[in-house]
């Protein structure tokens, strides 16, 4: 089971270092090998949401998604996505931003610094708005009941969380302007920009997760359907598979996800250049990271570890919403990966330790105590 799900990433892992050793020895070897550990840490609660979204799909999607979705996620996301930021930041053409990449490694990377601002402010209003969805949503298990439970009350008010969202990114791009102009930088003209690239975030997260919801509530009416007929095969001694999303329910899903990893690179992308200017061995570490990603996704959703450790759902939108704040403060200020990626690990691994204390309380109590007796404070 594990070679299957792994086999693929274990493959580009291998083919990866090797042709980093070509590219540029053993300290190639190296640097690509740092990213892909970077990408793989910054990324684990990716996997944890796609996993809850992949589940609904059926298999067709799933292979999609593992195909077409990781050419998207490695060539798209690591290695077109930086050149493209390059080339509108410089107001050049791809092929003259590529020869910058490989020539002047130093101007590459102070073009993609530049553009910064814009791309955190995308990304960081969209990740905010998953968390603030999530976090607003009245839900039967809760991990941090103290916590969810009157924030599930105050989701009940219409258009909150986007009124949230609005006014973090007006805070973020004020903040940003206010330094500019006290420094004497030539950023100031940038808030604008900032703004922008914030509202076009929050415009793309409620599209595509309108239409996504939209034909999840029709895929939820033919389960109301499939439900019944299953009832009715069951008195005849029959199974009927549960119903998965197809067709434009899946399609939009799929887009959905994609758009969802593209956020989630970006801090990796961006963190990557921590390391080296180098996009082709940036392109390979980071690319080998988001294998694993794609293959520790498929592998949550096979053994079904969501519905056995149930906080861990949790866990991940909260270090969403870390990672969207991080990524908005870092508009104006810096931080490092490390505690990029520290966060996420550790309000995972506190999501999967509730979890498992979760389940020893039920299986002490017989597999009786309900969920809202066997939640676990952290």
């Known amino acids: ?9 274990f493959a580009v892992t291998a083919l990866g270092l090797v042709a980093a050793v070509f590219y540029g020895g053993w300290t190639a070897f190296g640097v690509v090998a740092i990213l892909a ?4 840490s910054l990324s684990f609660d990716n996997a944890v949401v796609n996993a809850g979204i992949l589940k609904k799909m059926n298999a067709f999607w799933q292979k ?10 490695v060539f798209g996301m690591r290695l077109v996505f930086p050149v493209v930021i390059v080339a509108i930041s410089a107001k050049i053409g791809p092929i003259d931003a590529v020869d910058l990449a490989m020539t002047d490694k130093d101007r590459y990377q102070e073009l993609v610094t530049d553009a910064h601002p814009s791309i955190a402010a995308f990304g ?11 976090i607003f949503e009245e839900r039967d298990i809760k991990w941090l009941s103290w916590l969810e439970r009157p924030l599930a009350k105050l989701g009940k008010v219409d258009m909150l969380s986007v009124c949230i969202a609005l006014i973090v990114l007006m805070i973020a791009a004020l903040t ?3 330094n500019a102009h006290q420094h004497g930088g030539g950023h100031a003209d940038k808030a604008e920009t900032v703004l922008l690239a914030g509202v076009a975030g929050l415009i793309t997260y409620l599209v595509v997760g309108g239409l996504s919801g939209y034909f999840e509530n029709r895929l939820e009416e033919a389960e109301e359907r499939e439900h019944e007929a299953e009832e009715e095969a069951k008195k005849r001694g029959k199974n009927v598979s549960a119903v998965k999303l197809s067709g434009q329910a899946a399609f939009f899903m799929f887009l959905y996800l994609e758009v969802l990893d593209a956020s989630f690179s970006f801090d990796g992308v961006i963190g990557a250049f921590a390391v080296t200017n180098d996009i082709v061995m940036m392109a390979l570490g980071l690319g080998i990271g ?9 592998y949550l959703v096979r053994q079904g570890t969501l519905d056995d450790y149930v906080y861990l759902e949790h866990g991940a939108h909260y270090a969403i919403g870390a990672l969207a704040l991080i990524l908005l403060v870092t508009i104006q200020y810096q931080i490092n990966e490390v505690v990029t990626g520290l966060v996420g690990v550790v309000l995972i691994a506190a999501s999967f330790w509730s979890s498992v204390r979760r389940n020893k309380k039920i299986e002490a109590a017989g597999g009786e105590e309900s969920d809202e007796k066997a939640e676990v404070s952290v």
Request: no cysteine.
């Open 176 to 178: 940003f302007a206010a």
């Open 124 to 134: 960081g209003m969209f990740l905010l708005m998953i968390f603030l969805d999530f």
């Open 64 to 73: 999609i998604f593992l195909t077409v979705g990781i050419l998207i996620a």
């Open 290 to 298: 988001a294998m694993y990603v794609r293959s520790l996704t498929v």
């Open 37 to 40: 550990i970077l990408e793989i």
């Open 1 to 9: 089971m594990l070679l299957k799900t792994f086999g693929w990433s």
